[in-house]
């Protein structure tokens, strides 16, 4: 994939997609790149409507960006599944070949995790939890065993929620404890990191009930900032990571698969403060 500078087009498929800041993130890595003739856009695409769409893909596409729904839809889809997307049961990405065929699915959400951890300092933990348990917190589980932890707690709404994310664990080597919501605000005061997953519901009535606390948490939304749960984390001593900062580093990930070219990180990061500056 090195040195490809033709005209090729990328996109961004999910449902809903309005609030993708992806097409922001990519375009500022093809202008700095010099990649005048690439294009990049964002295309609302449900699960029923992701084979026809895969099917339209042809040799002047270099690869699609994946949101939910249709991480886990996609495997089924392409020529093959990196290993690690394979693990975590979900891909964000898919390389398309110079025959137009969707050849590659990857998971880079999980680079983008731990490199959000890092930018903080955080190269390592002891203890660590999950809120949700749905595609990005199976994500988690992969980028926290990076960070060193394999038995994390999982807090989730109802067990059943975690029913797909049991097998991903088992198939990464994490064994994971599943705990209700409920007890989170008392069980993150043991955690050294943790990831939030859940949508604003469940997020903020753990964010009402926050005690003292001393640890990291990376809220993976970014619709809010900061959410309330970050806001409320911060104010109880913890140290907040907002969801952007994995946003980027997933996509920095992106392009690199899909150009062949490092991305332009100081381009991308500054774009995506411009587009989040209030107007």
């Avoid at 010099?34 to 026809?52: I, K, M, N």
Wanted: aromatic fraction near 4%; hydrophobic fraction near 50%.
């Amino acid at each position: 994939m090195t040195g490809r500078r033709t005209a090729l087009r990328a996109a961004v498929y999910g449902h809903p997609i309005a609030h993708s800041l992806s097409p922001v993130l990519h375009r500022a890595a093809y202008a700095a790149l010099g990649l005048d003739d690439w294009s990049y856009d964002a295309f609302d695409v449900t699960v029923a409507q992701l084979p026809e769409a895969m099917a339209r893909l042809d040799a002047g596409w270099a690869g699609l960006s994946l949101t939910m729904p249709l991480k886990a839809a996609v495997l089924d889809m392409v020529d093959h599944v990196e290993p690690l997307a394979r693990v975590v049961g979900g891909a964000n990405t898919v390389i398309v070949d110079a025959q137009g065929r969707p050849a590659v699915a990857a998971n880079t959400d999980v680079f983008g995790i731990v490199e959000a951890f890092r930018e903080v300092g955080v190269v390592s933990a002891r203890t660590a939890a999950v809120l949700g348990g749905g595609a990005t917190a199976a994500a988690a589980l992969a980028a926290l065993a990076q960070l060193g932890v394999t038995t994390p707690v999982v807090y989730v709404r109802s067990v059943a929620r975690a029913a797909a994310l049991m097998p991903a664990a088992h198939r990464m080597g994490v064994e994971i404890t599943v705990r209700p919501l409920h007890e989170a605000p008392q069980g993150l005061t043991k955690a050294d990191v943790v990831v939030s997953t859940v949508p604003e519901d469940g997020a903020d009535v753990v964010a009402a009930e926050l005690g003292p606390l001393s640890g990291v948490l990376l809220d993976a939304r970014y619709d809010v900032r900061p959410t309330p749960l970050l806001h409320a984390w911060q104010r109880s001593g913890g140290v907040g990571i907002t969801g952007e900062r994995m946003l980027l580093h997933q996509a920095c990930e992106q392009v690199r698969l899909m150009t062949g070219q490092d991305a332009p990180f100081a381009a991308m990061d500054a774009a995506l403060a411009g587009a989040l500056s209030p107007a």
